[in-house]
């Protein structure tokens, strides 16, 4: 197949794009694949690549046409299928899968609705809310309400005096800060930090002796979806929280802990509510499913409707675990979605 593989983008998470890019690179060239790198630059340019590089080559620029496909200067790319890394906003969100649909493009993992719901994540809490899931308390706090006491103590009294504060729509701890002992500072600053990632925050309890646990899901023609996992993370630098750097320290950072330890019983429901989560966003491809053990029960924190695929990512790892590899995954991903796009591309568009 002729694929696009399209990373980088406007996001926080830019750097992070481009490294699970190198790793699905491989993949595809590994199962004889044709590849189209295109990177989206920091302006949300889009540049055609002849390989994935930290820099951005902008010898051959691109334009997506509606309704067509990807056009550089000589003509249109012969693309069968693209496979997005761009993490976070403009590339998770269900914008970039809404504009690869509208230039008939399929996109292998979730479309732009469970793309749109994952990504925001007081939204998907409603979804899981609706479906019984367990979730974590949280009031959002936008922009436009003032920091006061007032404030505060309605948040001190919902959720307790250590408070945990992040964008709505952000990924890989971005913007992320815990407060041990909420004051009206400390909070300001908190929220500050958070809008200007996005245009809400959410405010959590703290949980310090928090299990953090992470489910691995994917969608398989044969089996149905599939949930590999879960990994307990484990922090050797036992920071108040899973910072940016931790995630994607290549030494000495936190790690996924395969078998997790869990009891059997736990390890089970853990499964079983990722299935349930993917299926409540109405979700396409593959995800991640993290949650929170509190008092040994599992509470569901958030979904990745694009997770990291790079070196230290643990989805890769919780599918190896689970008996898989990421080498067919990816294909059946792929064909997916060539599949479900030609499905929704052929639906009745008139009344005839």
């Known amino acids: 197949m002729n694929v696009a593989l399209i990373y980088g983008g406007r996001s926080a998470e830019h750097e992070v794009s481009i490294n699970s890019a190198r790793t699905i690179e491989r993949i595809l060239k590994h199962n004889l694949h044709t590849l189209y790198p295109i990177a989206i630059d ?19 620029p691109l ?3 509606p309704g067509s496909g990807i056009y550089a200067q000589n003509g249109m790319l012969p693309i069968d299928v693209g496979f997005p890394t761009t993490h976070g906003r403009g590339g998770e969100d269900g914008n970039l899968q809404g504009l690869c649909t509208l230039a008939k493009i399929p996109l292998a993992g979730c479309d732009t609705v469970s793309s749109a719901v ?48 992040k964008p709505e729509n952000a990924g890989s701890s971005v913007g992320i800060t815990p407060l041990i002992e909420a004051d009206l500072p400390s909070l300001a600053r908190a929220l500050r930090l958070a809008l200007s990632y996005s245009e809400r925050a959410l405010v959590q309890p703290y949980y310090p002796e ?3 646990a992470e489910c691995a899901v994917f969608e398989d023609p044969e089996q149905g979806i599939i949930a590999c996992g879960p990994g307990v ?40 509510l990722a299935v349930r989560a993917f299926e409540a966003i109405k979700g396409n491809g593959y995800a991640r499913v993290d949650f929170f053990l509190v008092d040994e029960r599992p509470i569901l924190n958030e979904i990745n409707t694009l997770p990291g695929l790079t070196a230290t990512s643990h989805w890769p790892k919780l599918l190896h675990h689970g008996g898989d590899s990421i080498e067919r995954v990816v294909d059946l991903l792929l064909e997916q979605a060539i599949s479900d796009f030609d499905r929704r591309w052929n639906l009745r568009t008139s009344h005839d």
Not at 129 to 141: E, L
Not at 243 to 258: H, M, N, P, W
């Open 42 to 60: 920091r302006n949300g340019c889009w540049f055609l690549q002849k390989q994935v590089r930290n820099t951005i080559d902008e010898e051959i």
């Open 63 to 65: 334009w997506i046409v």
């Open 118 to 165: 994952g990504m925001h994540k007081a939204l998907a809490q409603s979804v899981f809310d609706r479906a019984g899931i367990p979730t974590i308390p949280t009031i959002i706090v936008t922009e436009a309400m003032p920091v006061t006491d007032s404030l505060l103590e309605e948040l001190r009294q919902s959720l307790g005096s250590s408070l945990f504060v």
């Open 210 to 212: 928090v299990i953090e």
């Open 233 to 272: 993370i484990k922090n050797p630098k036992k920071e108040t929280f899973l910072s940016y750097s931790q995630k994607y320290t290549l030494q000495g950072g936190a790690y996924l802990e395969l078998p997790s330890g869990l009891s059997d019983e736990v390890e089970e429901e853990i499964r079983s």
